[in-house]
């Protein structure tokens, strides 16, 4: 079965240091990726996708993710942390593979960014 | 452009009460989706639609109906509410690869 796991519950951070965001999966055919963000009392906004092509995505907000098909990772990433990405972040995957099928999410990861 | 629209925002519910949850996109996205976002658990899709006419139950679907007569709209009805429908819900549309979501309901049955 398709799934999406994202080891941490939360991330801090302080301001200035880079951060991850851990994500693996776990799909038959040609992964789909995406990172979404959900600021408090909001909905989901988009972030990134990977679909094909270089593995290092870049996407909005100076987050950047890169795909590791032999880890089945794709970890969001960004250099330099801001007290504004503090937010619920989601990793998730195309059900079917391909552009095919639901989204499958993973639980979510809360980042903390302290000043 | 508005992308996806939820109403109402909130809603308290008493326990055997019915109601529907709105969802319109002006996109012209065939896929349109909802979800339910619980603490601790991500998001998990009730229903869905791959275009008017055509649903299908995702990985929660029991307590909840949809109907798709137009591409715009694909409303949610809950038909006897219950505690446990107490959550976040997010309607979703989509053109190939990324969803938009909508701003969400929450809603709570006491």
């Known amino acids: 079965a398709q799934s999406v796991a994202q080891p941490e519950d939360q991330v801090n951070v302080a301001e200035g240091n880079p951060l991850t965001v851990k994500c693996t999966y776990s799909v038959s055919g040609n992964p789909y990726l995406f990172w979404y963000v959900q600021y408090p009392n909001r909905g989901l906004q988009f972030l990134l996708k990977y679909i094909t092509g270089d593995n290092l995505v870049k996407g909005s907000y100076g987050f950047e993710a890169e795909f590791n098909k032999s880890q089945t990772s794709f970890h969001l990433k960004k250099p330099s942390a801001l007290v504004s990405d503090s937010a619920l972040y989601f990793c998730?995957?195309?059900?079917?593979?391909?552009?095919?099928?639901?989204?499958?999410f993973g639980k979510g990861t809360k980042l903390s960014v302290k000043p | 452009n508005a992308g996806v629209t939820q109403t109402p925002k909130f809603q308290v519910l008493k326990t055997g009460q019915s109601m529907t949850l709105q969802c319109a996109q002006d996109m012209n996205h065939e896929y349109m989706s909802w979800y339910r976002q619980d603490p601790g658990m991500g998001l998990r899709l009730i229903h869905y639609s791959v275009g008017a006419g055509i649903t299908d139950q995702g990985e929660v679907p029991n307590g909840y109906n949809v109907s798709r007569s137009t591409t715009e709209d694909f409303p949610l009805r809950l038909l006897s509410a219950a505690p446990s429908q107490t959550s976040v819900y997010f309607c979703?549309?989509?053109?190939?690869?990324?969803?938009?979501f909508g701003s969400g309901t929450r809603l709570t049955v006491v």
């Open positions: 979703a549309s989509s053109y190939k690869t990324g969803e938009t």
């Open positions: 998730a995957v195309r059900e079917l593979g391909g552009s095919q099928g639901n989204l499958i």
